[in-house]
């Protein structure tokens, strides 16, 4: 019986190791802001930071070209050439377009729906990967770019918000929302493969939306599946309607806790709406016009993301959308 317990407790420290060791690669510390963020006094003009919006990338979805009357294709090899374009082009059009500007770093913005997700039944079917599989999938090529923009722009921050293509359950949730959602995992996977870089910092809240701070103008991020239940407009005007409507209750709702947001970023709409006068900014997509947005008729727009640039004085100031298609070097 003596040794019989004396195995047990072998046993219970091994299992005791061996959680002590899963649980350290979760601990990382996430900075809400790096100190190359904050606000500056006397800063040059020609000083800025870049804050490139990532959203709807929608990795695993199979979009057939048959389907949509040859207006668009999205498959795996092309997900991974879209978003190679997407941080190259980001690049030059940070250096070739925006030229005069020295930029402090970059902030990527990552606005959920990153996996296209098994939340609908024909996704299920038709998806080219599980939704973790697509995970492991995503995560080395962003930790490219990712990489690429600290060797341009030297300092990267990532901020993470899960969208509703990602959550575990058929049903949207609130409660822990962000811990049942593959964009936090996602997020939190290149947190840890790139725990060494002292140039990369991350923002991954467990709350629904995130918020960050660039010179003393107030960023929120959220993707923005509640906008179209809570907050839907006509057709006519697409998502302009529930985006002003969105943004300015949700600065109301930050304002009564005693916080302050400048601008919103949102995602989930598939339509860049930069409008930082009112405080809005809509992405777009990666994947393009699908085959729900074709039978829905809502008007088709191309792959794109949201790249602007924050100057110390005037917050946003030069946008830019990032366009991803190359139907040559796609093959279709």
């Not at 005791?16 to 060791?21: G, I, W």
């Not at 939190?188 to 002292?198: D, Q, T």
Request: hydrophobic fraction near 35%.
């Amino acid at each position: 019986e003596l040794a019989e317990e004396r195995g047990k407790t072998t046993d219970a420290f091994k299992a005791r190791d061996a959680a002590e060791k899963a649980l350290s690669l979760y601990q990382r510390k996430y900075a809400d802001r790096p100190r190359w963020l904050a606000p500056v006094k006397g800063a040059a003009t020609e000083r800025g930071t870049l804050v490139a919006v990532l959203s709807d990338t929608h990795y695993g979805e199979v979009v057939k070209a048959e389907e949509m009357n040859g207006y668009n294709k999205y498959d795996l090899t092309i997900a991974e050439q879209r978003t190679e374009r997407f941080f190259r082009r980001t690049v030059r059009l940070a250096r070739d377009y925006f030229a005069g500007v020295k930029y402090d770093g970059i902030v990527l913005a990552l606005g959920g729906d990153l996996v296209s997700g098994d939340i609908h039944d024909e996704l299920q079917q038709t998806n080219a990967l599980t939704t973790y599989n697509t995970a492991i999938w995503a995560v080395p090529r962003l930790v490219a770019g990712i990489e690429m923009w600290v060797k341009e722009f030297g300092q990267v921050h990532v901020v993470s918000a899960p969208g509703n293509h990602g959550r575990d359950g058929k049903r949207p949730r609130y409660k822990g929302r962000s811990a049942h959602n593959a964009d936090t995992h996602i997020a939190n996977l290149l947190a840890m493969m790139l725990a060494k870089s002292g140039d990369v910092t991350f923002s991954i809240p467990e709350s629904l939306d995130a918020t960050f701070g660039v010179y003393g103008f107030n960023f929120g991020l959220e993707h923005g599946d509640e906008l179209s239940k809570s907050f839907s407009g006509s057709a006519e005007i697409g998502w302009l309607g529930p985006l002003i409507r969105g943004t300015n209750r949700k600065i109301n709702a930050y304002g009564a806790e005693g916080k302050t947001l400048n601008y919103v970023i949102w995602g989930h709409g598939h339509q860049l709406v930069p409008i930082p006068a009112r405080g809005a900014i809509g992405n777009g997509s990666l994947c393009g016009y699908n085959e729900y947005a074709r039978g829905k008729k809502f008007r088709p727009e191309p792959p794109q993301q949201a790249l602007m640039v924050v100057t110390p004085k005037d917050g946003i100031t030069t946008q830019s959308p990032v366009l991803l298609l190359d139907r040559v070097a796609e093959g279709w």
